[in-house]
């Protein structure tokens, strides 16, 4: 969950506002990516942990999500000739069609997949099917954050990204739902509030608080309810891919938008504020990943920050969010290839480019340095070293691309 929100005023127009003031983010169709750079969240690696020195889990009220936000570099921008501005139309095309979409089409087939092998379970309850189950919820939760660096447009202003991925998960408002008494089906479940059907709320059901639900914990109402989340969720999937691809509630397909940046696009009106926006979720990435996901559960010593921590499943997610920046960056998911403002960055400055390469893999490999799960290990002092070198490692990629890549763009 971000400390700040931000309030979409008008194309390319935004303003903060504390987390405190506000209890939701207002997003706007026509929205676009540029204008002023935000503040950035202020938990630092060097930040001691004061608040939970026994590193009790303490809870924490649910809201928000993460990926759809930026933050710039307080910088002014870099005056390049007219040849080197950015004009490389391809860079959006395959942006769109070899990053975007297919991740979203791995995202609507892992669904699908989680939703049958739930069905699997509630049918027939066994140890095979549930963890068969735990295991397409993992599959689909990696493709997810191996998207958030690209969680804009209608992830955020359709609210598709809440309705997947509302953290930290408020369990009070989940076992309401079980406790109410209320009929479970994809319709009415449907109608819950983010927090009670996005992946989170499958992972309470099918992992339990701590990663230790056994077989005999479930109860009929946790399956009815699962049974009712899987649709659900496949269904948020599919309109999430729909919205890039055909265009949802009466609105055009957003890549058509995308693609006509500076020709016609309501929401792009140059070439450059759509490259912009990929910097900018990029950024948004990184700072989250380093400053929030990570960096708060650290300071405060508190595994109930960790986003994943039902099943233990954070630290894969880390690694996946990098890996999102990196398809961002470089113009393909997974096994796509494609332009990406990598090309760009070459054309002016190859040495940069090695750079900011060089300093996200160094980001992959000390995430990978931490022991797992980091449930586990998020208190553990012989693990504080490791924590505190990923969250520096993230930290020096996210500030060379705000003050070395973004200028040359603005």
């Not at 639900?213 to 399956?223: A, V, Y």
């Not at 938008?257 to 009106?269: D, I, R, T």
Request: aromatic share 8%; glycine share 8%; net charge negative.
């Amino acid at each position: 969950m971000s400390r700040y929100l931000k309030l979409w005023t008008g194309i390319g127009l935004y303003v903060l506002v504390s987390g405190a003031a506000c209890g939701e983010t207002q997003k706007d169709p026509s929205a676009a990516g540029g204008g002023d750079p935000p503040a950035l969240s202020q938990a630092s690696p060097q930040q001691a942990a004061q608040m939970n020195p026994e590193c009790r889990p303490i809870p924490v009220d649910g809201g928000g999500e993460g990926g759809e936000e930026g933050a710039g570099s307080g910088r002014p921008a870099v005056v390049l000739s007219p040849e080197q501005r950015f004009q490389d139309r391809q860079i959006l095309l395959d942006f769109a069609d070899q990053v975007v979409i297919p991740a979203y089409e791995q995202l609507v087939a892992d669904t699908q997949a989680l939703s049958q092998a739930i069905q699997a379970f509630v049918q027939d309850p066994n140890a095979q099917t549930l963890q068969a189950a735990r295991q397409a919820w993992s599959v689909a939760r990696i493709t997810w954050e191996e998207s958030e660096a690209f969680a804009f447009g209608p992830a955020a202003y359709l609210g598709l990204d809440a309705d997947l991925d509302e953290w930290p998960l408020n369990e009070v408002e989940v076992l309401e739902v079980l406790n109410s008494g209320d009929p479970l089906t994809p319709e009415t479940v449907a109608e819950l509030e983010s927090g009670q059907k996005g992946f989170h709320a499958v992972a309470f059901l099918l992992f339990g608080v701590d990663n230790n639900k056994s077989l005999q914990d479930f109860t009929e109402r946790d399956r009815e309810y699962l049974a009712a989340l899987g649709p659900v969720l496949a269904d948020t999937a599919a309109k999430l891919l729909k919205s890039w691809t055909e265009g949802v509630q009466g609105l055009p397909a957003f890549r058509e938008e995308w693609v006509k940046a500076g020709e016609g696009s309501k929401s792009y009106l140059t070439l450059q504020a759509a490259a912009e926006e990929i910097a900018q979720g990029i950024l948004g990435m990184l700072d989250e990943l380093g400053k929030v996901k990570i960096g708060e559960a650290f300071a405060q010593q508190n595994p109930f920050l960790l986003e994943s921590r039902f099943a233990h499943h954070s630290l894969p997610e880390f690694q996946a969010n990098v890996r999102s920046v990196q398809y961002a960056y470089l113009g393909g998911f997974r096994d796509r290839k494609g332009r990406g403002l990598s090309q760009f960055v070459r054309d002016i400055n190859p040495n940069l480019d090695s750079q900011i390469q060089s300093e996200l893999q160094a980001a992959a490999a000390a995430l990978q340095g931490i022991p797992a799960p980091i449930e586990k290990s998020l208190c553990d002092a012989n693990a504080r070293g490791s924590i505190t070198a990923a969250m520096e490692k993230i930290e020096d990629a996210f500030d060379s691309f705000a003050q070395e890549v973004v200028p040359l763009l603005q």
